[in-house]
């Protein structure tokens, strides 16, 4: 669904029919109604809402409602995955509030995952962004869920030895969550009996460089930094939301980029020309400008972004952010030695070694060189150094709603002040940040005597107005 809502084209988006059920107001208004009757008032208003909700008075009764539910869900013309119980009483639900996760005055109940059985017909290798080898196991098709599965990973080689997945076996697969298949168990006494162990490959499939297990890991790895399937992984990544952000460039158009030979990296996005991609099946003169303008608007996403995109083994987002903000441009970072990058806080020895790993490569130093020279920033607009801010030396824990800000902007401004941002309170915690609906954190803040904060007040701490 959300990936049909963020289609360039209308006409397709139109022609998924999409559809949806409401069972939820957000911030109800002040009305003197329960959460039955607010479904019974959105229905008189047009709104969707699911037929088959009921108002219940025991925990027998929700038992029952659930068992019932459970071998009528596939009559239903749509797949669900369970049962959510809401407390009725929007006042009651206001007294129990919500922890930094979910509410207390909900709890969803999920059905058993559906199992069926198939043969595996071939286990294949694929290799991912980082070079990591990953057994795959391809079967007969089979219906789990509401769609048509024929492949599920099996993680690594440890966890397809454990299993012992072989060519040929007859394996129940489900889906995690009802969503990602993957291979539970093997019926054994279907097993043919001149079925051979597999054996992961001694070479990467993708391009034939031989590949290598480091001591202390399950994973298999493929160290070719050109290697194509690492490539396309690569900038699939490089594009991401979270990473260059650069919005129309998904898998697909990636993988076609790639066969058209418009593609080769992750610098070469910046080399895409708005006529070539236009003459492209399906896409068109708005489309080719569309994102041709994310392209260029990249360009100036700061390096603790870039240093995600570039995806250097064990610099995540947190990581990234916190080295641009100590070495300001990506000039400095790569010159940095070892000793200077385990300075940074939460950067230890493995990851300052993946680091200059990365920046010791010729190849990566010629991909940094020419996104500089597309005009990819690789400067850190924020402040200069965390550490010399007003909560410097200081953590600082969220929980609840935070007034005018989501939780992660109010990280992001706490950790620009210089400080640390924790999960969980502890007689360390310099002081908890509170908003409405705060949870077992605050009770927890209170009973250590540590601090309590409005977000306004932890402003004001912060310098700010």
């Keep these: ?275 070539r991609l236009a003459a492209l099946e399906r896409f068109g003169e708005k489309s080719a400008a569309n994102l041709m303008a994310q392209i260029e608007r990249s360009k100036g996403s700061g390096l603790s972004r870039l240093l995600f995109a570039l995806g250097i083994r064990h610099v995540g987002e947190k990581a990234a952010r916190l080295l641009a903000r100590r070495f300001r441009t990506i000039a400095a970072l790569a010159a940095a030695p070892r000793e200077a990058l385990m300075a940074v806080p939460e950067i230890g020895p493995n990851t300052a070694d993946a680091i200059r790993s990365w920046f010791e490569r010729p190849s990566n130093a010629a991909l940094v060189e020419r996104l500089l020279a597309h005009g990819v920033s690789g400067e850190e607009s924020g402040p200069a150094e965390p550490s010399a801010g007003a909560l410097a030396g200081k953590t600082v824990v969220l929980t609840g709603t935070i007034e005018g800000v989501t939780r992660e902007e109010a990280a992001a401004r706490i950790e620009q002040a210089g400080g640390k941002v924790a999960g969980s309170v502890s007689k360390k915690t310099s002081f908890v940040v509170a908003g409405e609906n705060a949870g077992s954190k605050l009770d927890r803040a209170r009973a250590l005597g540590v601090p309590v904060r409005t977000w306004p007040e932890a402003l004001r701490e912060m310098g700010e107005s």
């Design 1 to 275: 669904a959300s990936g049909t809502m963020r289609l360039l084209d209308p006409r397709e988006t139109a022609r998924r029919g999409l559809d949806t059920w409401i069972y939820q107001v957000a911030d109800p208004p002040g009305l003197d109604l329960t959460q039955n009757e607010m479904l019974g008032r959105l229905a008189s208003l047009g709104f969707r809402v699911n037929p088959h909700f009921r108002r219940l008075d025991s925990f027998e009764d929700v038992v029952e409602f659930i068992r019932e539910w459970e071998g009528k869900r596939h009559d239903l013309e749509y797949e669900t995955d369970g049962v959510v119980v809401k407390i009725d009483e929007f006042g009651v639900q206001n007294q129990l509030g919500t922890t930094a996760k979910s509410p207390r005055w909900a709890i969803a109940f999920k059905f058993p995952p559906e199992e069926a059985l198939t043969v595996v017909r071939e286990i294949g290798v694929q290799v991912g962004r980082t070079g990591t080898l990953t057994p795959v196991a391809q079967f007969d098709p089979i219906a789990i869920a509401g769609t048509v599965v024929r492949r599920a990973t099996l993680h690594n080689y440890e966890d397809l030895t454990r299993k012992d997945v072989r060519v040929g076996d007859t394996v129940a697969v489900e889906k995690g969550g009802d969503v990602i298949p993957k291979v539970t168990r093997v019926l054994l006494d279907r097993r043919p009996p001149d079925s051979p162990p597999f054996t992961m490959p001694a070479a990467c499939p993708a391009c034939g460089e031989a590949v290598v297990r480091e001591e202390g890991e399950v994973a298999t790895r493929c160290v070719n930094a050109s290697c194509p399937a690492q490539v396309r992984e690569s900038v699939r990544h490089f594009a991401a939301r979270k990473a260059m952000d650069v919005e129309g460039l998904g898998d697909k158009l990636v993988e076609k980029l790639f066969d058209e030979k418009m593609l080769t990296d992750a610098a070469s996005i910046y080399d895409l020309d708005a006529g």
